[in-house]
């Protein structure tokens, strides 16, 4: 991983981010000074079920799964954090023990913030409270949305959509080959659309067959993105 983390400037980051972007730099530089940056290799835990939550992180290089592990073993992603993205407030806000898992699926940097930090802000700016309730409330919608596709959704239209995803709805006529980088292992995906990963690899193959994508290790090549689409309709 390549960043001189002595010379990271936290208050800078903090500024793009749009949880704080609206903060004075006063502000932003009082938030940043009880940040801690952590680099975590490969398969080492931000944190563990049952952790007392006394911060919220934001990743900055790397990738996070968030997950729940049932009694017989069985593991469920919830959700991918990408860079930029911050994870847990509202775990933070609710004053308990962490109530999920989460893993460096890759060589990971990011950012904790504490919840005194935050608590101060609140108290010195109520609208900063704003903009925590719109970050929870994002997560929420996704999740939800999630649920909904899990109930009206087959395996099918949900590995589609999943693949096009950072293609605009409605703009996907003539748009040649679309390369999509496939993050984390199929498993790990085939756990975040709950979907076996035997069932994500079988539809993986159906669509290579209908000569809709090619399959390039954890590359996927979309050689039409208006036929897939309409296909996961079937």
Do not use: W
């Amino acid at each position: 991983m390549k960043m001189d983390v002595a010379q990271f400037d936290m208050s800078r980051y903090l500024s793009v981010l749009p949880l704080f972007s609206d903060l004075t730099t006063l502000e932003r530089e009082n938030v940043a000074e009880s940040c801690q940056l952590r680099r975590l290799s490969r398969g080492d835990m931000v944190f563990r079920v049952g952790e007392a939550c006394e911060s919220f992180q934001v990743l900055i290089l790397g990738q996070v799964k968030l997950y729940v592990t049932s009694a017989s073993g069985q593991e469920k992603v919830i959700d991918l954090i990408g860079p930029g993205h911050s994870f847990s407030e509202s775990m933070m806000f609710l004053n308990k023990p962490y109530m999920l898992d989460a893993q460096a699926l890759t060589d990971t940097l990011l950012m904790e913030v504490s919840k005194q930090a935050v608590f101060g802000e609140i108290q010195r700016d109520p609208r900063f409270s704003m903009h925590m309730l719109a970050g929870i409330a994002r997560h929420l919608h996704r999740l939800l949305r999630d649920v909904e596709g899990y109930a009206l959704q087959s395996g099918m239209q949900r590995l589609i959509d999943y693949l096009l995803r950072d293609v605009p709805t409605g703009n996907m006529v003539n748009r040649g080959v679309i390369t999509v980088s496939l993050p984390v292992s199929k498993a790990t995906i085939a756990s975040r659309l709950s979907l076996t990963p035997e069932y994500f690899s079988r539809v993986l193959h159906e669509l290579e067959a209908e000569r809709l994508i090619e399959i390039d290790k954890r590359e996927i090549r979309i050689l039409d993105a208006e036929r897939l689409a309409s296909y996961g309709a079937h």
